[in-house]
């Protein structure tokens, strides 16, 4: 499995951006699929996740600004970001777990795409 994410880059205070992230096959192998970032000098935090069922769920710092949606026959889960702030810089990275029934838990990782918000 592969999880090839894109779409950092340099923006302003309050401006957007929109993550994506490709998967190498089916997303329905997928129970949850979720961005995390992690700041210079901070751990790896969760900022969003979305399940198969599409039930959402978002860090306290990003609710009503950031937006995670799945595109099932695209294989893609996109992070859409608005009004970003200085405090959203950090290199983000897509997630992918998967629970099979006797056969136990897999996580996937992305390689990580930098978002830097300038104020």
């Known amino acids: 499995v592969q999880l090839q994410a894109s779409g950092g880059g340099l923006v302003l205070a309050g401006g957007s951006l929109r993550l994506s992230c490709a998967a190498s096959g089916s997303i329905f192998r997928f129970n949850v699929m979720a961005w995390y970032r992690q700041a210079p000098g901070k751990q790896r935090e969760l900022v969003a996740q979305?399940?198969?069922?599409?039930?959402?769920n978002y860090s306290d710092s990003v609710k009503g600004r950031f937006t995670i949606s799945r595109d099932n026959a695209e294989n893609t889960v996109s992070l859409q970001m608005n009004s970003l702030k200085s405090e959203d810089t950090g290199v983000y990275y897509c997630?992918?777990?998967?629970?099979?029934?006797?056969?136990?838990?897999?996580?996937?990782w992305g390689q990580g795409t930098q978002v830097t918000v300038s104020s």
């Open positions: 979305i399940r198969t069922s599409r039930v959402t």
């Open positions: 997630y992918a777990l998967r629970v099979v029934v006797g056969d136990g838990t897999s996580h996937y």
